[in-house]
């Protein structure tokens, strides 16, 4: 059976051309299926003549916030001049292609859709969903890159995020999806808890007798990473002397051991993380340049808590389930609502730990109350509510008016918005997303019917 791909002619008024352009793909056994709506694909093809403002919102709908895949298909590269492609990356679209530009089209097409379906399969398996939680744009974007880099490439990475943002998560993800035939260990070290007199015996190992008390010949940590991956774990806080000491074999993949002239080989995938942010380091002075680029081939970096919320109660659910598995007890609102606005500054971990705590109190049976929040957690009667406005509202609003948006769609983007993370809240339960909005179960529901049918179209 053919393979079927959603698609959309926007703007291809000629009938002719949009049925060459169907009939390219049958041949490859690729059914194009014209979708009215593109804003819930997983991948869309949207096929243009020219840029217009209409095309952005619908390309700017299909990727939800870079959920669905868009690939922008112009019918001519004129269409792409004045930095069109760009503009087109910007409202959303994943890729950019002009048909006209290549000598198969559809091939090029074929590959990418090919690519990201294989990622997304990755993506959604339970070894990725059972370990990795959160459904906000922000985090799955970082999964689906981390996936990819992961399992199509074998170039370093480097992990950047605050404390406690899943950056040790991610470096053991990409180390399992590995696909190197006899993959050995994922070797961590730390480099806070390397003693610079000690390091080139942690990095590189040494032969017996190198040094007072090197009474046996020792593996350093890029013998033991060959053939598996090294993790090299707050990286920023490496000295320069250490830096420089690592540059050669991140390069190469060959050092000696402390006391020996042999050059030995190794073969391992380098990931890196840091708190810090290296490029402001580099530029202090304080972080070697070349060794930033030779271990930031590919970079991840990860969003803190504070900027994707609606991640607060799955990860709840998530480690609930981890400490009570036989039995785990659900929320009452008013715990909910608490932990959906409290600040989290050590990010996941901090949101581990309160969890951990509370179900310390808890007794069963019963959801956890308000007073299983330890005493020092809890908030004053008439605590602050944060200013929501303050959360880079005021940011979004302006780089919505720069890219041209008028008060119609910052609306409708907010109010989708506001309904998204009101359900991703209530854990898909219509009813308490609805009263969270204030509005009634059914206008809820005919607002979701309705955006099904018309939503998206440009007005
Ligand atoms: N998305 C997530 N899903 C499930 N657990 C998570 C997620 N993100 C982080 N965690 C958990 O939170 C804790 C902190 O994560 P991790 O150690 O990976 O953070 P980190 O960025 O390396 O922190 P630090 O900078 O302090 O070393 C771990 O217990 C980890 O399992
Ligand atoms: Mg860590």
Avoid at 215 to 228: E, I, Q, S
Wanted: net charge negative; charged share 25%; aromatic share 6%.
């Amino acid at each position: 059976m053919a393979k079927e791909v959603p698609h959309l002619f926007f703007g291809v008024e000629n009938r002719a051309q949009r049925q060459a352009i169907q009939e390219a793909f049958a041949r490859q056994d690729v059914s194009l299926v014209e979708i009215a709506q593109t804003d819930i694909a997983d991948v869309c093809l949207v096929f243009f003549t020219e840029i217009s403002a209409g095309l952005c919102v619908e390309l700017r709908a299909a990727s939800r916030g870079g959920l669905g895949r868009v690939l922008a298909v112009a019918l001519t590269s004129q269409a792409l001049a004045r930095r069109g492609a760009w503009s087109l990356l910007a409202t959303g679209a994943t890729d950019v292609l002009a048909w006209d530009y290549s000598t198969n089209p559809v091939a090029e097409v074929g590959a990418r859709l090919a690519r990201w379906a294989e990622v997304d399969e990755i993506v959604r398996s339970p070894l990725v969903q059972e370990n990795l939680v959160g459904h906000s744009p922000a985090w799955r974007r970082v999964v689906r890159q981390t996936v990819e880099i992961a399992r199509f490439t074998d170039a370093p990475l480097l992990i950047t995020g605050e404390s406690g943002t899943g950056k040790e998560l991610i470096a053991r993800l990409v180390h399992t999806l590995d696909q190197r035939a006899a993959k050995r260990d994922l070797v961590v070290t730390d480099c806070t808890t390397i003693v610079p007199e000690l390091s080139g015996s942690e990095f590189f190992g040494h032969e017996r007798g190198a040094f007072t008390g090197a009474v046996a010949a020792r593996d350093g940590a890029f013998a033991l990473a060959n053939g598996g991956t090294l993790f090299l774990d707050e990286v920023g806080e490496l000295p320069p002397m250490l830096q420089a000491e690592l540059l050669r074999v991140v390069q190469e993949h060959t050092y000696k051991r402390v006391g020996s002239n042999t050059w030995q080989k190794t073969d391992f995938r380098l990931v890196a993380a840091t708190n810090r942010n290296l490029l402001d380091e580099q530029a202090a002075g304080r972080f070697r340049r070349d060794l930033y680029y030779r271990m930031a081939a590919c970079l991840c970096h990860l969003p803190p808590l504070r900027d994707r919320r609606e991640d607060i109660l799955p990860l709840v659910e998530h480690f609930i389930e981890k400490l009570r598995p036989d039995a785990p007890p659900s929320l009452t609102d008013a715990v909910k609502d608490y932990l959906s606005v409290r600040e989290y500054p050590g990010n996941v971990r901090d949101l581990k730990q309160l969890v951990t705590r509370m179900l310390l109190r808890h007794v069963g049976p019963g959801p956890i109350t308000v007073g299983d929040i330890p005493e020092d957690e809890r908030p004053a009667a008439d605590f602050e509510i944060p200013d929501w406005r303050g959360n880079g509202f005021d940011h979004a609003i302006h780089l919505a008016l720069q890219q041209g948006l008028g008060l119609k769609e910052i609306g409708r983007e907010a109010e989708d918005a506001a309904e998204r993370i009101a359900l991703a809240e209530a854990e898909g339960n219509l009813q308490r997303a609805a009263s969270k909005l204030g509005v009634t179960d059914r206008a809820l529901q005919m607002r979701r019917a309705a955006r099904k049918q018309n939503g998206s179209q440009p007005t």
